[in-house]
């Protein structure tokens, strides 16, 4: 049985106030009815710190992640964060690769793989983040692009390392557009991306990765999303703001 889980990508929104409120608004929820998936929160760097406070203080077992991280351990790389910080501000997990990352900010499958090749020598997941444009999906060029990012952006590294790996299919096109891949379309990508990396490390070690579904995920989709076959959960953006939807999200398997 692959693991469930839920993750919430906060992007640039909230500040050191509010994304306290929102964590202990979910917090409480799962107090008050426990969610069976794994649910990680992606807040803003600034906020790390004090919704780790706020989970360990809870006793939650909701855990934390980032939404970038660099790939050198420290030094003059102004504006940049560490594993060493984010590890010591408790986070467990950290997106790489989203596209937001490649589109804006010269992201590519060479800094994608060190920054993947990095977390987890330094033990932080990685959820690593691939999926099309639309011209690319309209030029029958998907399988393609998700072949090139695995192959890039999980360059050596071992089967070992290959295990604690997530992988979140964001089709670009669905990604705050209000239009979700359909169940189906979610399917063949995530059924195709893990045959390649079955081709890339191994069947079982295949079979054991989580790939979560990203792009207009809400509460009214996800159930019909999450029970598809490949789809081990899902990476919310816009609907994980809110904390009704985000936990009406994480309910839906
Ligand atoms: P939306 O859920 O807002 O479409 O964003 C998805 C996403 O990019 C999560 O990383």
Request: charged residues 20%.
């Amino acid at each position: 049985m692959r693991k469930k889980i839920v993750a919430g990508n906060w992007k640039m929104n909230t500040d050191a106030v509010s994304s306290k409120v929102l964590a202990d608004i979910i917090v409480e929820g799962v107090k008050r009815q426990p969610v069976s998936a794994e649910l990680i929160l992606c807040p803003p760097f600034i906020s790390l710190e004090s919704i780790c406070e706020t989970l360990w203080s809870r006793g939650s077992k909701i855990k934390l992640g980032a939404q970038n991280m660099h790939y050198e351990d420290n030094g003059a790389f102004t504006g940049e964060i560490s594993h060493t910080m984010l590890k010591s501000a408790g986070c467990e997990y950290v997106i790489i690769g989203h596209s937001e990352r490649r589109r804006y900010f010269g992201e590519t499958e060479e800094t994608v793989n060190k920054r993947a090749v990095k977390s987890l020598q330094n033990n932080i997941l990685p959820i690593v983040c691939i999926g099309e444009t639309l011209a690319e999906r309209q030029s029958d060029k998907t399988f393609d692009v998700l072949n090139t990012q695995i192959q890039g952006g999980l360059a050596n590294i071992s089967i070992e390392e290959a295990a604690k790996i997530i992988i979140a299919y964001e089709p670009v096109w669905a990604i705050g557009t209000g239009v979700n891949a359909s169940p189906a379309q979610a399917e063949e990508s995530h059924a195709f991306i893990r045959l390649e990396l079955a081709k890339m490390f191994n069947p079982q070690t295949a079979e054991s990765i989580p790939i979560l579904y990203g792009g207009s995920v809400t509460a009214a989709n996800a159930r019909d999303l999450f029970a598809q076959k490949n789809v081990d959960g899902g990476l919310i953006g816009g609907a994980s703001l809110n904390a009704e939807s985000f936990l009406a999200i994480a309910r839906s398997f």
